[in-house]
C-alpha cells in the first residue's frame, strides 16, 4: 500500500513559479513510476508529466512542456515538479499518483493508476 500527500500549491501571478511535492508512503514508491495530473473546475483529469523509476525517463504534455520539470528522489520517497512561467490556464487541482501494475511504464492515462495524492490547488492570476 501506498499513501502519496501533495504539497506546495498556492496562489501565483502569472510568470511565476511554484515547486510542488509528492511525499510517498511505503518502500515500494522507489520502485514505480508516477505521475503529475490535473483537473480544472468542470474539465476532465489530464496528464501532465510523468517519471520513470530511476528519473532517467520523462514525458511531458505538450501544454507543460519546456515550462514544467518532474523529478524524484527515492531516497527520500518524494515526487516534485517544478513550474515555471505559470499561465492562468494552469489553474487546477494537482495530484501525483503511482501504480504496481506495469510499473516501470509511465502511463499517460489517469485510468492506469491505482494510488493518488489528496490533490493540491493550484491558482495563476493574470
Known amino acids: 500500500q501506498v499513501q502519496l500527500v501533495e504539497s506546495g500549491g498556492g496562489l501565483v501571478q502569472a510568470g511565476g513559479s511554484l515547486r510542488l511535492s509528492c511525499a510517498a508512503s511505503?518502500?515500494?514508491?522507489?520502485?514505480?513510476?508516477m505521475g503529475w495530473f490535473r483537473q480544472a473546475p468542470g474539465k476532465e483529469r489530464e496528464f501532465v508529466a510523468g517519471?520513470?523509476?530511476?528519473?532517467?525517463?520523462?514525458v511531458y504534455a505538450d501544454s507543460v512542456k519546456g515550462r514544467f520539470t518532474v523529478s524524484r528522489d527515492n531516497a527520500k520517497n518524494m515526487g516534485y515538479l517544478q513550474m515555471n512561467s505559470l499561465k492562468p490556464e494552469d489553474t487546477a487541482v494537482f495530484y501525483c499518483?503511482?501504480?504496481?501494475?506495469?510499473?516501470?511504464?509511465?502511463?499517460?492515462?489517469?485510468?492506469?493508476?491505482?494510488?493518488w495524492g489528496q490533490g493540491t490547488q493550484v491558482t495563476v492570476s493574470s
Open positions: 499518483a503511482t501504480r504496481s501494475s506495469n510499473p516501470l511504464i509511465i502511463a499517460t492515462r489517469a485510468t492506469m493508476y491505482e494510488y
Open positions: 511505503g518502500r515500494t514508491f522507489s520502485s514505480w513510476a
Open positions: 517519471i520513470s523509476v530511476s528519473g532517467a525517463y520523462t
